[in-house]
């Protein structure tokens, strides 16, 4: 595939990702920022050809995945443009409990289930995505079931949030605990 057809105006594109020198990264920095509703939307559009409910679920079960393939890149590029929303209904989720809000890393999203809701090259999608939320050195807090409607826009909506198990923290990282009562 020739990607220079897909190049973004304004946007350094060289074939060797080390040829573009770094007078040219510094000079075009401020011309390298994409609209993320486009950038969502070319990503969904992507992501569309692949069997995500198959094959997106062995790819994110290898962490630590020995090389890079163009599903694996995808469903990262995706994970960081739905990583905002992500956030936000974590964040909703665990203040009850956390007195710092978890982060969600993009290779801690597992992709459940997609849905085209329309039919075929339809644009309304149903996400479904596990999430491992973590504090301090990445220790998990728990494990959460989101799902997302995403549509042409693009529009993003949580639809459901189920929380499926928690974790205990360490005693020494307690103190990031609400204590209740």
Same mark, same amino acid.
């Given at each position: 595939?020739? #990607?220079?057809?897909?190049? $973004?105006?304004?946007?350094?594109?060289?074939?060797?990702?080390?040829?573009?020198?770094?007078?040219?990264?510094?000079? *075009?920095?401020?011309?390298?920022?994409?609209?993320?509703?486009?950038? $969502?939307?070319?990503?969904?559009?992507?992501?569309?050809?692949?069997?995500?409910?198959?094959?997106?679920? *062995?790819?994110?079960?290898?962490?630590?995945?020995? !090389?890079?393939? *163009? !599903?694996?890149?995808?469903?990262?590029?995706?994970?960081?443009? $739905?990583?905002?929303?992500?956030?936000?209904?974590?964040?909703?989720?665990?203040?009850?409990?956390?007195?710092?809000?978890? #982060?969600?890393?993009?290779?801690?999203?597992?992709?459940?289930?997609?849905?085209?809701?329309?039919?075929?090259?339809?644009?309304?999608?149903?996400?479904?995505? !596990?999430?491992?939320?973590?504090?301090?050195?990445? $220790?998990?807090?728990?494990?959460?079931?989101?799902?997302?409607?995403?549509?042409?826009?693009?529009?993003?909506?949580?639809?459901?949030?189920?929380? #499926?198990?928690?974790?205990?923290?360490?005693?020494?990282? !307690?103190?990031?605990?609400?204590?209740?009562?």
């Amino acid at each position: 595939m020739n #990607l220079d057809n897909f190049a $973004l105006k304004g946007l350094p594109y060289s074939s060797n990702a080390d040829t573009v020198s770094d007078t040219e990264k510094r000079g *075009r920095g401020h011309e390298a920022v994409v609209n993320p509703a486009i950038s $969502l939307f070319i990503s969904m559009a992507l992501i569309s050809p692949f069997s995500l409910s198959g094959n997106a679920e *062995r790819t994110c079960e290898r962490p630590l995945q020995a !090389e890079d393939s *163009r !599903e694996l890149q995808v469903h990262d590029m995706l994970m960081l443009f $739905l990583s905002p929303a992500i956030d936000k209904a974590v964040e909703q989720y665990y203040l009850q409990n956390l007195k710092y809000k978890p #982060l969600v890393y993009p290779y801690e999203i597992r992709i459940v289930h997609v849905e085209r809701i329309n039919g075929f090259r339809g644009f309304m999608f149903s996400v479904t995505l !596990e999430v491992s939320p973590v504090v301090g050195p990445h $220790l998990s807090v728990g494990k959460d079931l989101i799902t997302f409607y995403v549509s042409v826009g693009p529009k993003l909506q949580l639809i459901r949030y189920r929380h #499926l198990e928690d974790h205990k923290l360490p005693p020494n990282y !307690e103190h990031l605990l609400r204590r209740k009562g």
